[in-house]
């Protein structure tokens, strides 16, 4: 994010800090920096996008930290879950992380459709009211197609988080051996269930790609 940004997002959090965080006197401090809904728009769901992809890596990284505690020999089982356990807690963070950009998201992108509705009575010209009504109509058609996609691949972390949770817990109350050759007989089905994740993940972030390339050429 480039300093003119911060800066106009530390005014706009001062600016709602002040007035009982309304979000027209956030709005009002992102504007006079030069940002309108559109861009905060494009700029959430970028965030959103690389949240995502931030999570991706971090969900490999656990799997990588699966198979390496169940690939050992016996030894050293407590230090190998707490490896586990670390990997588990920054995936669970950036999962997180990936629910808040797309909340985020969600809230700019009602205030600015919700706008956009209104200042269509303020033409004067019947041609141009009804040309910015299909490009409002047509920008909300896009984003639901990403909403969907967003959606979609943040649910599906939730099992994912839930398989490597349980794991960590069985190896917390059972540290031996046996515990780990149990949960090694069961790294195919982890793996198939993180590589669909990835899938759907790379699916959303491409989708979000596509829309911000769009709304930068004003496509839509």
């Known amino acids: 994010m480039s300093s003119r940004i911060r800066a106009a997002m530390l005014a706009a959090a001062l600016a709602t800090s002040t007035l009982s965080a309304c979000s027209t006197a956030y709005y009002g401090a992102m504007e006079q920096f030069g940002y309108q809904k559109r861009d905060l728009l494009v700029s959430r769901v970028n965030d959103a996008a690389e949240a995502q992809d931030d999570a991706k890596v971090e969900f490999t990284n656990a799997l990588e930290a699966f198979r390496s505690v169940v690939a050992i020999d016996g030894g050293e089982l407590e230090a190998s ?111 198939t269930d993180v590589a669909a994740l990835i899938a759907e993940m790379e699916r959303s972030i491409a989708e979000a790609d596509a829309f911000i390339q769009e709304m930068q050429a004003g496509a839509v």
């Open 81 to 191: 879950y707490d490896s586990l356990n670390r990997a588990y807690e920054r995936s669970e963070d950036k999962a997180e992380r990936v629910r808040e950009r797309i909340k985020d998201m969600k809230h700019v992108s009602r205030d600015l459709f919700v706008e956009w509705r209104k200042e269509l009575e303020e033409y004067s010209d019947p041609g141009l009211r009804r040309a910015s009504a299909e490009q409002l109509e047509a920008t909300r058609d896009r984003y639901a197609v990403l909403v969907e996609k967003m959606d979609r691949a943040a649910a599906s972390m939730d099992p994912v988080l839930a398989v490597f949770k349980d794991r960590v817990l069985f190896l917390k109350h059972n540290l031996n051996a046996r515990a780990i050759a149990a949960l090694g007989d069961e790294t195919r089905n982890i793996e």
